[in-house]
């Protein structure tokens, strides 16, 4: 892997934008380091910190970085979607977008389909055995709760082609007209009372993180501290006056949640973020610049999605160890709590590694089969259908979890009751049908 990493960062063209990847990079391992720091476990159950302690609920301001990656995102996709169609010009506009959806997807779904068939069959097999009591129970029910980030993702690059070409016409009024349907969604919901119409906001909110980065792929965000302070007083002005709670994750038993759905506070935040981070672009891409940092970026982007979606099955592998060996778990927040966390975090991380190293080539992209023809006149709304698939399935292993794997136990997924078994086999089907979409009559 050493020497298959120093000669990808020796290939290294010098107009890449390094910068991108270190945000890719380090906004998933924040987010890692949250879930690692917030989890509360007892004997008795798992609870938040941030709701032990909630002085801590300021935190989450510079810590809540999903709307990095997302914008992130955004930068890629449109640098993406604009190489393919440089590469096909005389290819059909569904052809061209399934080819776009498979090449973009399959970093992102292999490893996820392997997490919930080897989880699937650990539930299966746990429930068949009488278990899925304690900490084996909230284990099974809390590893999907990740998967809710890659149905948005999906969704963001499902929808790249047409936001793309209205970047392209409208540039920030694109954007603001996202922004603004996400403010008329929060109006519906807390003024008028209007049901299940927050759960538009999933789409509106993210969309508009993810329409930041095309306008950073096109040069368009030049004054990053005018969008971070905007950003930060209207977040700041809607937390004070408005409907919305202080933290920017959820928090158990709250009647608002910044997060779930996702609120016009939320997209404040990522505006104060995403400039932010620009502020810090340039002393960055000079560290990007010394080989053994660029090295370090292009090995964690190697494993970055796999140990994303394994670092709560580790986190929770050591608590189980813990408990076996009967080590006493200190009250949250306790002293010997937080003398407790480095041991703790040290312990994850070895274990995420070792997840990391059994799973990670799933997550390097599949050699292309055949001479490389476009895929087959409409392939696109086959390539729609199965990314609709994933994301539905997704999004419902992430709300309804493996517990209650044979007793048809359901989660409510906008006003529709979803099981694990119906979210499993949407999930499967879904990329079925994109790999069916990307192939084509040609290379079959």
């Known amino acids: 892997m050493g020497s298959r990493v120093r000669e990808l960062a020796g290939a290294t063209p010098a107009t890449r934008d390094r910068y991108v990847d270190l945000l890719r990079v380090a906004s998933l391992a924040a987010v890692v380091l949250g879930h690692w720091l917030m989890a509360a476990v007892t004997p008795d159950g798992v609870g938040n910190l941030l709701a032990v302690v909630p002085a801590l609920q300021p935190l989450t301001w510079l810590l809540q970085v999903m709307p990095v990656f997302f914008f992130v995102g ?55 055995l009488g278990g899925g009591g304690g900490l084996t129970g909230v284990t099974l029910r809390m590893v999907t709760q990740p998967l809710w980030f890659i149905g948005i993702y999906l969704a963001m690059v499902a929808f790249t082609p047409p936001l793309l070409r209205l970047h392209e016409r409208y540039g920030w009024g694109a954007f603001a007209a996202l922004a603004g349907a996400a403010a008329a969604v929060d109006v519906l919901r807390f003024a008028a009372g209007v049901p299940y119409v927050e759960f538009l906001n999933f789409a509106f909110v993210w969309l508009a993180v993810h329409q930041l980065g095309f306008l950073r792929a096109d040069g368009r965000v030049r004054r990053p501290a005018l969008l971070a302070g905007a950003g930060l007083a209207a977040a700041c002005a809607l937390v004070a006056f408005g409907p919305y709670p202080l933290s920017m994750v959820g928090m158990p038993g709250e009647k608002v949640s910044n997060m779930a759905p996702p609120t016009l506070a939320l997209l404040a935040h990522g505006l104060w973020l995403v400039g932010a981070v620009e502020l810090l672009r340039a002393p960055a891409a000079r560290l990007l610049e010394r080989p053994r940092v660029w090295r370090t970026v292009v090995a964690a982007n190697g494993v970055a999605m796999t140990a994303f979606l394994w670092h709560l099955t580790a986190m929770f592998g050591v608590y189980g160890a813990l408990l076996a060996l009967d080590v006493p778990l200190p009250a949250p927040a306790s002293a010997a709590w937080w003398a407790q966390v480095p041991v703790r975090i040290a312990c994850a991380a070895a274990l995420t590694a070792a997840l990391v190293a059994a799973f990670r080539t799933f997550e390097r992209p599949a050699a292309p089969k055949g001479p490389g023809h476009p895929a087959a006149s409409g392939g696109g709304p086959l390539a729609a259908l199965g990314a609709t698939l994933c994301l539905l399935g997704v999004l419902g292993l992430s709300m309804v979890g493996f517990n209650g794997l ?5 989660a409510l997924l906008i006003a529709i009751p979803v099981s694990a078994p119906a979210a499993v086999a949407m999930t499967l089907g879904g990329w079925l049908l994109v790999e069916r979409a990307g192939r084509g009559r040609g290379a079959r």
């Open 406 to 410: 044979l007793d048809g136990r359901t």
């Open 74 to 128: 955004g930068f890629s996709h449109a640098l993406s979607y604009r190489s393919l169609l440089r590469k096909r010009p005389g290819g059909s506009d569904d052809s061209v977008y399934s080819a776009f959806l498979r090449a973009r997807l399959q970093r992102l779904l292999r490893p996820t389909t392997v997490f919930v068939l080897v989880w699937g069959a650990a539930a299966l097999l746990v429930q068949l």
